[in-house]
């Protein structure tokens, strides 16, 4: 749930008087047939104006900061540990706070480059036939991995709090890279 500050209330204030003054303006319109389509418009400009500006609002006016990021892995599982602490750094109660994050397999570079990455004697043309016509049993690799995780909920302005969070582990990343991003509703 998002918090609706004071500036917020302010805003949705604003777009309700200019949409009664919208209203007071084209009631005194001569022509009854277009009376309707601008009640409609001015409906879809005032709504669309004032989602945005609220959904801009919640971006500029509540921050999250993410510190003391650790990751480690669990290879009795196959998992990813994410630990960490979310403060909020902005003035305003923040709702839920959220963490994207993104764990990306790191290609093979130039220098470091066997025979062996590149042919595999199992890529034969009847393994091909074989997949083809046969057994559909063989397993897409995926080369990224992403996730969203509710790390925090009801954050006061100041305050800080320590995460955990758990993702599977594909076995077939040597080298991942991870991305975060963190989000404030």
Known sequence: MTYMTYIHWLTVLFFIATFVLLIIIIKKEKNKKLLISMVFSAILVVSF???????VLDIYLKKAQIYKLTKKRILTNE?????????NTGSFKIGTTTLWVKMAHK???LSKL??????NPNNSI???????????????KKNTIIKE????????????KFFTIRMKYPPHFKRPSFFTKVYAH
């Open 79 to 87: 998992t990813m540990v994410i630990q960490g602490f979310v403060k």
């Open 114 to 119: 066997k025979g062996s990455d590149i042919y």
């Open 126 to 140: 009847f393994e091909y036939l074989k997949f083809s016509f046969g057994d559909k049993k063989k397993i897409e």
């Open 107 to 109: 290609g093979l570079s």
């Open 149 to 160: 995780f509710v790390i925090a909920k009801d954050l006061k302005p100041g305050r800080s």
């Open 49 to 55: 104006l004032g989602g945005f500006s609220i959904y």
